[in-house]
């Protein structure tokens, strides 16, 4: 372990983007140098991923840990003697102002009405099993950073937002689960999140 001053991954999340992909696929190391903002979708066959398009930059993703309370643990003759930590849930709730008719088949679940050009969706939640890819970029020194959640449940958080002032919002819940694409911990523990550094999307020569 190197602890010290790492300059380039102190980062601003100036811009970004969301890209979703079939479960438990990961991103070929040799693909994320030419992975931007503005990428439509990268990879190929079912290992394919996919911009979401605009987002909100009032409202940035907000990855957040529910649960995991520590519990100490007393011994008669050590009364610290173990902590104990509670289970804990991960999400990312995202923030689109893209209300596109594929972003409503990802969230709500949403099947094409033919005659009316429209979309049909429940209000009941039925998450879609999906990869999350969330890529952050600086623009004051054009260094990105990213991070893969191979395995997740996305649904919607709420119904649409409306707004006079900003433009409409369309909020999506995700809830991170454990992936067998990514290593287990020394102890044999499954992980839920994979995350890149600036030199990651640096191209090879």
Do not use: C
């Not at 903002?37 to 979401?52: A, K, L, P, R, W």
């Not at 999400?91 to 049909?120: C, M, R």
């Not at 009941?124 to 099993?129: A, E, F, R």
């Not at 952050?136 to 950073?145: A, C, H, I, L, W």
Request: charged share 20%; proline share 4%.
């Amino acid at each position: 372990m190197a602890l010290g001053f790492h300059d380039n991954d102190v980062m601003t999340a100036a811009r970004g983007a969301v890209f979703i992909g079939n479960p438990d696929k990961l991103i070929d190391k040799a693909l994320l140098p030419t992975i931007t903002v503005d990428t439509e979708s990268f990879g190929s066959g079912d290992s394919q991923f996919f911009n979401i398009g605009h987002m909100s930059v009032d409202n940035l993703p907000e990855f957040n840990i529910d649960g995991g309370d520590s519990t100490v643990m007393a011994t008669w003759a050590n009364p610290t003697f173990r902590t104990r930590y509670g289970e804990t849930k991960g999400t990312v709730v995202l923030h689109s102002v893209q209300g596109d008719k594929d972003l409503f088949k990802l969230a709500y679940n949403a099947v094409d009405d033919a005659a009316s050009g429209g979309v049909d969706f429940s209000i009941l939640k039925k998450p879609t099993n999906k990869s999350l890819f969330v890529l952050v970029s600086d623009t004051d020194t054009n260094q990105r950073t990213g991070m893969l959640l191979p395995n997740t449940d996305v649904t919607f958080d709420s119904l649409p937002t409306l707004n006079q002032n900003s433009f409409n919002q369309y909020d999506i819940n995700v809830t991170m689960k454990t992936s067998a694409a990514l290593n287990r911990n020394a102890d044999g523990t499954a992980n839920y999140i994979r995350r890149f550094f600036p030199e990651s999307f640096v191209a090879v020569a």
